[in-house]
């Protein structure tokens, strides 16, 4: 779209189709941290407003919404079914006859519970511990993920997978609510005296709502996952 513009105001078409180096590298460079060019150099201060208050907001709201998720996480570990994934996996402990080459060949992000529970504990803000509370859920649905690529239906750690990944969706699904709630809750209860800030917190509660990625944001099981627990 931009070479079309410059071509109808240019006549030395060559000049306008060529692009340097330095052109080609920034067409492809990957912002993470940036919505966009005109973003940045439309240099908005809205979008810092509303960070700064978003981070202040996650402070206090996290801390809180772990602590929930540390109940969750004690009951899980007291499941009859959790004993085989309170530590790392062992492949040769269970029948199949896999081995560890093949285990670490299919298993690129191993999990256990004893991690969890550790990253649970780890101080908040250091490089260990959980940024939200869907890096928690994503965690948990890993050990179950991991069992499914090695053994198969019908081996005890399979079916103990399987039991264990239909306790935690039912008891996640209750909980999801109410972690949502709390942010709701802790907006409201935010000083909204300025008029800026009462945009920001309006915007984080419409973000609250159910949208289309509901499931990924709050780290819900997607609909693969439910259907392998149900079946």
């Not at 802790?186 to 309006?202: E, M, P, Y």
């Not at 159910?210 to 079946?231: A, C, H, K, T, Y």
Request: a negative charge; charged letters at 30%; glycine letters at 6%.
């Amino acid at each position: 779209m931009s070479k079309e513009g410059l071509q109808s105001v240019v006549d030395d078409k060559e000049q306008v189709n060529a692009l340097s180096t330095k052109d080609l590298r920034n067409l492809f460079k990957l912002r993470t941290n940036s919505p966009s060019d005109t973003h940045d150099k439309l240099d908005c201060k809205r979008c810092k407003t509303t960070q700064e208050n978003s981070e202040a907001e996650l402070a206090v709201l996290l801390p809180l919404q772990l602590e929930q998720c540390q109940v969750l996480l004690e009951k899980l570990c007291a499941h009859e079914d959790a004993t085989k994934f309170l530590s790392p996996l062992n492949p040769t402990d269970h029948e199949g006859g896999i081995t560890k080459e093949i285990y670490e060949r299919h298993v690129k992000q191993p999990m256990d519970l004893g991690t969890i529970k550790a990253k649970m504990k780890a101080p908040a803000g250091s490089k260990e511990s959980y940024k939200s509370v869907s890096q928690f859920a994503k965690d948990v649905n890993r050990i179950f993920s991991n069992v499914l690529k090695i053994w198969n239906s019908g081996q005890d750690i399979a079916e103990a997978s399987r039991r264990l990944q239909g306790w935690w969706v039912d008891e996640w699904g209750q909980l999801v609510p109410k972690l949502m709630s709390m942010k709701q809750q802790l907006g409201k209860n935010i000083d909204t005296d300025d008029a800026a800030s009462k945009d920001n917190i309006d915007q984080n509660q419409s973000d609250c709502q159910r949208g289309e990625d509901f499931q990924e944001q709050i780290g819900l099981p997607g609909r693969i996952n439910l259907v392998q627990v149900n079946s």
